[in-house]
């Protein structure tokens, strides 16, 4: 059984602001946690507040079960935030943190009403096109890091050099893989805020058409922004990136 968790064990703020105008949501990708996100408090703007999602089973909840369905990762997250929603707030999510911001807007909508002022969308087709690769779940260890490497090149070299690393982040994949691959996608009513998508031209498993397909869940404005590099471009183009993002939430702010 999961033990209640604080809100205070799912907010990471790197940079608390008191004076804040706007909050920025951030969810991490698959195996990461919210320390992914520890340089970004003050990039995003000085009305910005930034708080990084903390899911359990990794960083400062390492002992916590992780989830293993994306509904009730979602519905856990959208608790949390509860007591953060009193001013304006947008989303950001990077690949599977794409889909849980995705899911967690629709779900605070049909809750209470209450919309993000933009959602930004990283490294993730749109929801609506099927899954196209073969699962990675049913691998073997050996057979699933090489696989998520040669799809993503998302695990550092250092890291699978690390037996003791590797032992704490293959239970974490493993379990966000499988988040990812039971995900079941229901039709919906649009979005009505504006949807920014982030991708990488090397990104293969993100092509260009399942990026742009993010139009078809919002009524509002919808914009992408393409830039070198693979899957997690977001690490060589971190500066531009967040340069958009701030721009874009300034003008909400304004």
Not at 46 to 64: D, I, K, M, T
């Amino acid at each position: 059984m999961r033990e209640p968790s604080t809100i205070d064990s799912w907010i990471f703020r790197p940079r608390p602001n008191p004076a804040a105008r706007l909050r920025l949501f951030c969810v991490p990708s698959a195996g990461r946690g919210a320390s992914m996100y520890r340089g970004w408090g003050g990039p995003v703007g000085p009305q910005v507040e930034l708080c990084a999602l903390q899911f359990p089973g990794r960083e400062s909840r390492l002992r916590e079960p992780l989830f293993t369905r994306m509904a009730d990762a979602v519905h856990e997250a959208a608790e949390a935030l509860q007591s953060y929603l009193d001013i304006p707030f947008a989303l950001f999510g990077h690949s599977m943190g794409a889909v849980i911001c995705f899911e967690l807007a629709r779900l605070l909508r049909r809750q209470s009403g209450i919309a993000p002022v933009h959602l930004f969308i990283s490294a993730r087709p749109a929801p609506q096109y099927p899954h196209r690769r073969p699962f990675l779940s049913p691998l073997r260890d050996e057979q699933f890091v090489a696989e998520i490497r040669r799809r993503y090149n998302g695990i550092p070299g250092e890291v699978l050099q690390d037996p003791e690393l590797m032992e704490l982040l293959l239970p974490v994949l493993r379990a966000d893989v499988e988040m990812l691959e039971t995900y079941d996608y229901r039709p919906g009513p649009s979005l009505g805020c504006p949807i920014t998508a982030f991708g990488g031209r090397e990104d293969t498993e993100t092509p260009f058409e399942e990026l742009t397909g993010w139009r078809e869940q919002t009524n509002a404005r919808f914009r992408t922004h393409v830039f070198p590099g693979d899957h997690f471009f977001v690490r060589s183009a971190e500066t531009e990136v967040l340069d958009i993002i701030s721009r874009q939430l300034q003008m909400e702010v304004d």
